[in-house]
């Protein structure tokens, strides 16, 4: 089964000087371990100098592993409609939807692989799988 982490997952680590979930390539007993492109992007746009190498090898770890996990159209379609659905229900303003939209993304490519996703993110995961089903869990370490 395929799982992937969330980027809070890995900034959380990265933050505590904890490198485990940046090298693992398994959670077990969950799955085969994926890294999502939108989480990759993520992690360069807010990456330090001192960083991007970790980063680097990560892309290609995944790269050559062939378990990079890449929205499609239907994916950004999908998430746009998640955005307008929890903005019309939570009355967000156009800020609050801009935040949302690579979990949106995450979401809606994770729903389409049967993908689990692991996050220390739980209340926007939760608003956003109100309107998208997929398979996620608060993963504390």
């Known amino acids: 089964m395929p799982v992937l982490l969330d980027s809070s997952v890995y900034i959380a680590a990265t933050r505590r000087g904890d490198r485990t979930p940046v090298s693992t390539r398994s959670l ?11 989480v990759l992007e993520e992690l360069y746009a807010g990456s330090l100098p001192s960083s991007v190498r970790e980063i680097e090898k990560l892309e290609q770890d995944f790269t050559r592993l062939k378990r990079v996990l890449v929205p499609t159209q239907a994916d950004w379609t999908s ?6 659905r929890v903005a019309g229900k939570y009355d967000y303003e156009e800020i609050g939807r801009s935040r949302l939209v690579n979990d949106a993304l995450i979401a809606s490519s994770a729903a389409r692989t049967g993908t689990l996703v692991f996050t220390l993110n739980a209340g926007d995961f939760a608003r956003i799988a109100e309107f998208r089903p997929f398979r996620w869990q608060v993963l504390e370490f």
């Open 28 to 38: 077990q007993p969950f799955g085969v371990l994926w890294l999502s492109a939108v």
């Open 79 to 84: 998430a746009g409609r998640i955005l307008a």
